[in-house]
């Protein structure tokens, strides 16, 4: 394990891995604009699409279309089917939320054991560790989550930030590559790709 960041960088790195990686749970509705009505559909037609469905149309949407998406699909990775899950899921969210990374931890950990085949549970408790600065068992816990849900862009995204950190830049351009791949406009993976952009390519001769 490598140098760990602290003070403002640490603050601003949880701040982008929380955002992306926690989905619905701290999202804010998105009131719509009569100008932007050309590009956005009434939820309720979302809810009956196909994830696959989802993720197509969202590596073509922009602006509020795009954001939409976003919150469908997270909506979704959120619900596990059980409603023990869901409600660890839930408290563990909140805690966090609260900044008590350890309660966070504790219920993430217990929701992991209780389903181990529900991703978000692993994204969730990856945030948590990265919040605690724990970057090898945040790592860990987002290799699992990618294990389940290859497509799971918040992760990549968080993924992309710790191996950052690491120094492995290579590895980071790949997973904030993948992340946009999936969903154009997700936030941090332009600015991550062109500050990575040197070092990976090279300066031009």
Same mark, same amino acid.
């Given at each position: ?29 998105? &009131? ?6 050309? &590009? ?16 197509? =149309? ?7 279309? /795009? ?34 990374? =350890? ?20 994204? /969730? ?46 590895? /980071?351009? /790949? ?31």
């Amino acid at each position: 394990m490598q140098t760990i960041p602290t003070g403002s960088i640490l603050r601003a790195g949880v701040m982008a891995f929380a955002f992306c990686c926690a989905g619905a749970a701290f999202s804010q509705d998105v &009131q719509e604009d009569p100008a932007d009505t050309a &590009q956005t559909e009434p939820p309720a037609q979302l809810s009956d699409e196909t994830m696959e469905s989802l993720f197509e =149309k969202l590596s073509m949407a922009d602006g509020r279309l /795009a954001s939409r998406i976003e919150d469908e699909i997270t909506d979704r990775w959120s619900k596990s089917g059980s409603d023990s899950a869901d409600l660890l899921l839930l408290r563990g969210r909140k805690a966090l939320e609260k900044r008590d990374i =350890k309660k966070a931890i504790a219920h993430f950990s217990r929701l992991i054991a209780l389903r181990p085949d529900f991703a978000e549970g692993w994204n /969730a408790r990856a945030t948590a560790y990265f919040a605690d600065r724990n970057l090898g068992r945040s790592l860990a816990d987002l290799y699992e989550t990618l294990r389940i849900e290859p497509r799971h862009f918040g992760a990549l995204i968080g993924l992309g930030l710790i191996l950052e950190r690491l120094d492995r830049d290579d590895d /980071a351009h /790949a997973a904030f590559s993948a992340a946009r791949d999936l969903h154009p406009n997700i936030d941090g993976a332009k600015e991550a790709l062109e500050r990575l952009e040197e070092s990976v390519v090279g300066q031009p001769i």
